[in-house]
């Protein structure tokens, strides 16, 4: 009999996609999976590098793990570390964490079946570090997919701008994109299967540049990404985002293919980063504030209202007030629908990493918090201008704060709660708005 395997997944959307392609391979060979530690034989901890609270976290789970003992062997389970700090750390892993039985790089997953086995058959120091091989496609069964409603559809993979904070061009290798044939088969299968709304996702969507463009001839645009949209949005897939867009790559005609499909979700998530042009370059992020302010006023002039949301990291090397003040004052000009913020967290590996002039972790939380305090009143103000107006949401579950109300995400990717009346998740339904929360909308049912 085959094992019991439990993928704990930590990061970004990128990290779920692969957990869920892992688990569709796992399958195919035989393994079972199971959804807590405690059941399992083989328990792999899908990790996340972009932060050092997200390192730090995994090692602690390690412990807790090592700790468990398997339901069929009744020993400790076997422990693989996949993702991202399995990349960057690759080998000294062991060294660090002797409990680790294998590493799995983040262009492996379709070799954990076998590499599993090898561990099994009394093989130590497994690990694979290599590349994705010719032919290896991207084959999610729904059973793993974390939602029946909602798919992530990853279109590329890695990154080749290197800004100079980010490891992720190190964990994920330069920018892979999938045949667009391949990703519209995917989504009309998605479609077929009753999905309602699927996340174009990538590290950088609007960087897409597939190796030729087969499955595009029929769409025109200015680049292969917005050539995707259209061919994407002609599936009649219900609805459709996309994330995430580096604002050197956003071209206008991405917003021209917003205004003609009403299924391309009007949601547009653009990291700045900082309004400082002096810390823009010192990121080497390749846009300055007024580069990105005219994107941003290409979104904003849209004939269609689209949702903008952005990422900022606070407390950089070098970032002086002045510099801070200079990304209030682009949060205040772009009136975000949400922001992400982050305290700079130093990598290993990157060029920020030798910068002098560190910012005090004291610094950083006082400007994270006024940073958060000006998006408070910010999106209070634009929050509460929905009220009177109807919004089409996708049902997806019972709402946290009360039995009798369901949630869902707008197509402007706001969380929506609302009075359930025999709504399933699954459903489509418009919903009016008559209250503005602090991260949310409330309303009442229409249809
Ligand atoms: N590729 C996208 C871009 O840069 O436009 C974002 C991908 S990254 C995984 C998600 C976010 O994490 C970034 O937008 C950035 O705000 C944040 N981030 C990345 N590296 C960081 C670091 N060293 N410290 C703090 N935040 C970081």
Known sequence: MKSK???????????????ERAATGLRKAGYEMTSSATTADVVLFNTCSVRERAERKVLRRIGEVR??????????????????????????IFDKTPAVDLIIGTQATDRIPSLIERVQGGEAGVIDLDERQEGEVWDVSPAERRSPYVAFVPIIEGCNKFCSFCIVPY??????????REIVNE??????????????IGQNVNSYRPRSMEGLEDYPGATPFSRLLRAVAN???????????????????IVSALEEYPNLCDWVHL??????????????????SEDYLKRVEGIKNSKRRLALTSDIIVGFPGETAEDFAAT??????????????????????????????AVSEDEKTTRFMALEELQTSVQGKLYNAYIGRKVSVLVERESARSSEDMAGHSTCHKVVNFKANQTRPGDIVEVLITEGKPNSLYGELIS
Do not use: W
Not at 70 to 92: D, F, N, Y
Not at 171 to 180: F, H, L, M
Not at 337 to 349: E, M, N, P, T, V
């Open 271 to 288: 990291p700045a980063q900082s309004g400082s042009d002096r810390i823009l370059k010192s990121m080497r992020r390749g846009h300055n």
């Open 328 to 357: 209030m004052r682009l949060v205040e000009k772009c009136e975000y629908d949400a922001l992400y913020i982050f305290k700079y967290s130093k990598r290993a590996g990157t060029p920020a990493a030798r910068l002098d002039d």
């Open 187 to 200: 989504v009309l299968r998605l479609r077929s299967l009753g999905y309602k709304e699927v996340h174009l």
């Open 171 to 180: 964990s994920r290798g330069r920018e892979k994109s999938r045949g667009a």
């Open 67 to 92: 700790k468990l003992s398997s339901p069929t062997t009744h020993k400790r389970p076997l422990i693989g570390v996949m993702g991202c700090v399995a990349q960057l750390e690759g080998q000294s």
């Open 5 to 19: 395997v439990y993928i704990e997944t930590f990061g970004c959307q990128m990290n779920v996609a692969d957990t």
């Open 235 to 253: 599936t009649r897939m219900d609805r459709i985002k996309f994330t995430t867009s580096f604002p050197r790559d956003f071209h206008p005609d």
